[in-house]
């Protein structure tokens, strides 16, 4: 039987009783694997409920209010209960199950949070944003480089859960990769949280990277040969994506800091090295944004003044080209005058020594403003 459908009429049922009506329902279904969806097959938000033991997986025995008694009992073991963007009646039972306290549950209901670190008691909240680099054949204006979701965990001395909200960073293949490792998963609920921490960073560096190739292709055409006819429009689409990314990385400073220092009775002293070393990762990944952020400045100041530049050389073509016009203006409206007596106004070769010097004016003009590089 498999615990994520004891969970998935919490709707209606709702408390710990209803968990246990709904795991007696569930008893003849299939187990289903649930570890990668982004939301669970069987139309609730439980992705997946795993019991641990010594770090190794073990089949699930009763209902999950059975279980969650059973390890507590036995003192050995934990549950990771894994949740995608629960609704308010779905998350009561498991807030009234694991005794969660009110204000983290409606952090992890409602989203949208900055990185922190909290403790109710001896639990231990931690909020989580996640990134992911979109996909894009060309970048514009508008294009979407960075999105952002969040996961949310709640540790306790035999329980994991972990919320998330987005549409990416499923936390099946991280499951997996804790579950080839049983020496590090049996230090218990702390490592399942050092991981969730590290992935996350890992992830930030992935799209750092990723970020930096666009900020590359940006910077190769602007100082390309028609670099000043490049949409600035990028530059500041790549530094709004920039700021989304930053807002992810930099809060999260603080509570890597007190995970990695600070005496915490939920986390297992043999865990906080592990998070120093997810701590100088998130700092490489502070330390670029930071770079590329100057580096958007340095590029759209330099676009600005090709821009700049530009204009000036198309203004000096300008006024090179009106100041030989100029002379056939002047000269033509000095002879457009209703005078009689004009110097060589009745020569029989006065017309043409006109056009011709107004030709070798133009001529020599034209020379000049050439040899200047204004033309």
């Not at 921490?197 to 900020?215: E, N, R």
Request: proline fraction near 5%; aromatic fraction near 6%; charge should be negative.
């Amino acid at each position: 039987m498999s615990m994520a459908g004891n969970l998935r009429k919490v709707t209606s049922l709702g408390g710990v009783g209803g968990l246990r009506k709904v795991a007696r329902l569930a008893r003849r279904r299939p187990r289903v694997d649930l570890s990668h969806p982004a939301r669970s097959p069987l139309g609730s938000s439980v992705v997946n409920c795993v019991t641990y033991r010594e770090g190794v997986r073990t089949p699930e025995r009763g209902d999950l209010v059975d279980t969650v008694e059973r390890v507590r009992k036995s003192r050995e073991g934990f549950v990771w209960l894994g949740l995608h963007e629960p609704t308010d009646q779905e998350f009561a039972g498991i807030a009234e199950l694991f005794d969660l306290h009110p204000l983290a549950v409606e952090d992890a209901i409602e989203a949208h949070q900055r990185p922190k670190l909290e403790r109710y008691g001896e639990t231990l909240f931690a909020v989580f944003k996640t990134v992911c680099y979109v996909e894009h054949e060309e970048l514009t204006a508008t294009s979407e480089v960075v999105n952002t979701g969040e996961i949310m965990v709640f540790v306790g001395a035999d329980f994991v859960i972990t919320v998330r909200h987005g549409r990416h960073g499923s936390l099946g293949p991280l499951r997996e990769e804790l579950e080839s490792d049983p020496g590090q998963l049996a230090k218990g609920p702390s490592a399942v949280l050092h991981a969730l921490a590290d992935h996350v960073v890992d992830d930030y560096l992935t799209v750092t990277d990723a970020v930096q190739a666009d900020i590359d292709q940006v910077e190769t055409d602007v100082f390309s040969e028609t670099g000043a006819r490049t949409d600035p429009g990028r530059i500041y689409q790549l530094k709004r994506e920039l700021l989304e990314l930053k807002r992810a990385v930099v809060p999260l400073s603080r509570p890597l800091e007190d995970l990695a220092t600070r005496p915490i009775r939920a986390v297992d002293p043999e865990i906080q090295a592990y998070f120093r070393d997810v701590s100088d990762h998130l700092l490489r990944a502070k330390e670029q944004i930071a770079a590329f952020d100057e580096l958007l400045n340095s590029i759209l100041q330099a676009h600005l003044a090709q821009v700049t530049v530009a204009q000036n050389e198309d203004m000096r073509k300008i006024t090179a080209w009106a100041a030989i016009v100029a002379v056939p203006t002047m000269v033509c409206g000095v002879y457009g005058m209703n005078f009689d007596h004009m110097p060589e106004l009745h020569w029989r070769y006065g017309y043409g020594m006109v056009i011709g010097v107004i030709s070798v004016a133009c001529l020599a003009l034209y020379r000049g403003f050439r040899r200047s590089g204004w033309l």
